[in-house]
């Protein structure tokens, strides 16, 4: 597996999402929002975001989510200007490095770093961070929301509960790599 632990010209990849398995990230996982208001009225818990639209819609909105996933793309694109200026005023900023279809060391020590803080964090992501949903599902305190964006339909929201940590878990095994690794970085 790519970035074997002590390579440091290498990330550290934990977990891998075979192509085969790729399938089963694409329907949502939760209901789907086209307007960040209508989100809040169902979701009054914390706010996690993963994505840079998603984020900055709720920025725009005037809600400051407690972690937000962002890598300056948006549909494999460069996010727009105003998007990205938005972004980076965010405060508490952590770069990682994660490249696509996997789940690095990098972003499961942010994820445990980011909840265990206080105030709002921005998990700056050299790669992509969609995958980071299913750790930061697993992750979250029960009550809090994910949210992320479904190309060109909106914003799903999970909603983190019992039921939907074990149905990630069980998504988790779908990865190659070190499973129990995984879990231990991020406590759960």
Do not use: C, W
Not at 13 to 20: D, M, N, R, T, Y
Not at 93 to 114: C, E, Y
């Amino acid at each position: 597996m790519p970035g074997a632990e002590g390579d440091p010209t290498e990330p550290d990849v934990v977990l891998e999402l075979p192509e085969a398995a790729r399938g089963e990230f694409k329907d949502p996982f939760g209901p789907v929002f086209t307007d960040v208001d209508a989100l809040l009225a169902e979701h009054d818990g914390p706010i996690v975001t993963v994505g840079d639209i998603v984020t900055y819609h709720f920025e725009e909105a005037g809600h400051q989510p407690s972690i937000a996933f962002v890598d300056g793309r948006t549909k494999r694109e460069a996010a727009p200007d105003d998007v990205r200026d938005r972004l980076d005023a965010r405060p508490n900023q952590v770069t990682v490095t994660n490249p696509a279809g996997v789940i690095t060391t990098d972003l499961l020590t942010a994820i445990a770093d980011a909840l265990a803080s206080d105030g709002p964090t921005t998990i700056v992501v050299d790669g992509e961070e969609d995958l980071a949903t299913v750790p930061v599902v697993l992750a979250a305190p029960l009550g809090a929301t994910v949210v992320y964006g479904q190309p060109n339909e909106g914003m799903v929201a999970v909603d983190v509960t019992e039921a939907h940590q074990e149905s990630f878990r069980e998504l988790l095994s779908a990865f190659e790599g070190d499973v129990e690794r995984a879990r231990a970085i991020l406590g759960v």
